[in-house]
């Protein structure tokens, strides 16, 4: 008995067979992703297909899944696939896509109000706060990426320093002075993160890192040093616990020594890295994490919690609060019925209507415990040792970087080197055996393998290299032409 107007269906049988259709199909493509090739080029006529016009009939629940199967699911980048290696990719996990499933079903919006979605948020936030060391008092929120939580450590590190009273007057008056640091090797998003804030992307000084690629914390001194000569007023560090380009981390302890005696902020972007805290292994490199002032992390890279899944920690939650409440009668607060609960988490940050991302990471914390999500990232690292050793027994290729937590990043030695290994890449990709991406150091053009997928294992890392021979030796013959 649905009335006219309902989305639900008519049929509620049919519809829960079709449903388990579409959980097997996904299921199946996990269980096998393996057998698949990382990528595939998008032939021109399935890009065409997302052309169409908007579509006012219906159609059937299964012919649409049907389009998914054949048009949307090869073509993804493939970072579920144990030989994607690009950028820094979370595997994800069937836990996490149930996850996801039950948290559309129950389509909670967590802006506010009395919920227990809520507190699954906030217990979320508690068990970062004890991962990190951080005190009682702390806040924290989830927010779509660390290119988000880079912005929000800004934004409360502008109003800490310039008080609240500067979200009503603007940057104008003040926003000249203010000057933050970070390394050269520092994440794209902090310059934004500055732009977005009003600060301007040149308050940003770009600080040369060390032969390890972590920041030159004496050239760090001198760059504060001189912005204090010229009458500027330096506001903010930002450590780096992870580098995108090779996995460096910064010296955190250094920072919160230095941040502390120039009673400046201190930041970390752990975007991949800070989840490193999960690995009895890795977690000392990480030692002065505890002493700042707020931490920027995702838990869909290493932390293999499926898109998106990104998390803003905060040493002191008052300042948090100062930067982003902002009252409004329609959300009043109450002592008692739905509308309780005060503070919200639309008092956090900037977001109203929020979807439930602590569901699919609180189940994955629950169901594989940290022991085991630890163990995945310090398998990673592990693989990246191997991965290193075998490029160095390797006589066509070479090093490029020291491998300090799970990337490497090497290139083959033939002519024109910078051309060949990107023609090399290119093909790797196409084939459809492994997926790595590219960066520059120092001027070379690096192959860079990514390892943060818990599916990968040795036998992925010896395909790359033998494609790598193998597509090396093809392209130094036909250049371009791979
Ligand atoms: C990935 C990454 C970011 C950006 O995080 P998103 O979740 O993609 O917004 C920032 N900093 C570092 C070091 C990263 O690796």
Redesign the pocket.
């Given at each position: 008995m649905n009335s006219q107007h309902t989305l639900d269906p008519s049929d509620w049988e049919a519809f829960r067979a079709q449903g388990h259709r579409m959980l097997d199909d996904i299921l199946d493509h996990l269980e096998h992703i393996r057998e698949r090739p990382v990528w595939q080029p998008i032939p021109d006529e399935v890009r065409a297909a997302f052309r169409e016009p908007l579509p006012r009939a219906p159609a059937a629940l299964a012919d649409v899944h049907e389009t998914f199967l054949r048009r949307i699911l090869p073509f993804a980048v493939g970072n579920t696939h144990p030989g994607f290696l690009g950028?820094?990719h979370g595997g994800g996990t069937p836990v996490g896509m149930l996850a996801e499933m039950l948290a559309g079903g129950l389509n909670a919006n967590l802006g506010g109000r009395d919920q227990i979605p809520i507190e699954v948020e906030r217990q979320v936030a508690e068990w970062a706060r004890e991962l990190f060391g951080f005190p009682p008092g702390a806040g924290g929120l989830f927010v779509?990426?660390?290119?988000?939580?880079?912005l929000l450590g800004v934004l409360v590190a502008r109003t800490a320093v310039l008080g609240p009273e500067s979200r009503q007057k603007g940057m104008a008056a003040s926003a000249g002075s203010l000057t933050a640091y970070a390394s050269a090797a520092?994440?794209?998003?902090?310059a934004r993160a500055l732009d977005l804030a009003g600060l301007g992307s040149d308050a940003l000084r770009l600080v040369p890192t060390d032969s390890q690629h972590c920041i030159d914390t004496a050239a760090l001194e001198r760059a504060i040093a001189a912005d204090r000569a010229a009458g500027r007023t330096p506001f903010l560090l930002i450590g780096?616990?992870?580098?995108?380009d090779v996995g460096a981390i910064d010296d955190l302890t250094r920072l919160a020594e230095i941040a502390d005696r120039e009673a400046v902020r201190l930041h970390v972007?752990?975007?991949?890295?800070a989840l490193a805290m999960l690995a009895p292994e890795l977690a000392p490199r990480l030692r002065g994490i505890e002493r700042a002032q707020s931490i920027?992390f995702?838990f869909?890279?290493w932390g293999q919690v499926p898109y998106?899944a990104?998390f803003f920690l905060v040493r002191d939650r008052a300042l948090q609060l100062a930067a982003f409440d902002s009252p409004a009668a329609y959300l009043r607060r109450e002592a008692r019925g739905m509308a309780a609960g005060s503070p919200w988490p639309c008092d956090l940050g900037p977001d109203l209507s929020r979807g439930f991302r602590a569901l699919k990471t609180w189940f994955t914390l629950k169901v594989y415990g940290t022991e085991a999500l630890g163990r995945a990232i310090y398998g990673t690292c592990r693989l990246a040792q191997y991965l290193r050793h075998r490029v160095e027994e390797t006589p066509e290729l070479e090093l490029l970087a020291p491998v300090s937590l799970n990337i490497v990043c090497f290139r083959h030695r033939g002519e024109r080197p910078d051309a060949l290994n990107a023609d090399i890449v290119a093909a790797l990709h196409e084939s459809g055996i492994a997926a790595p991406s590219t960066t520059t150091l120092n001027g070379r053009l690096a192959i860079r393998a990514a390892i943060v997928n818990h599916r990968t294992e040795r036998r992925d890392l010896d395909a790359l290299i033998d494609a790598t021979l193998k597509f090396g030796a093809r392209c130094a013959r036909a250049p371009g032409a791979s």
């Open positions: 950028w820094v779509t990426g660390t290119s988000m939580a880079n520092a994440h794209g998003s902090i780096t616990a992870g580098t995108v972007d752990g975007a991949y890295g920027a995702d869909h890279k998106d990104g």
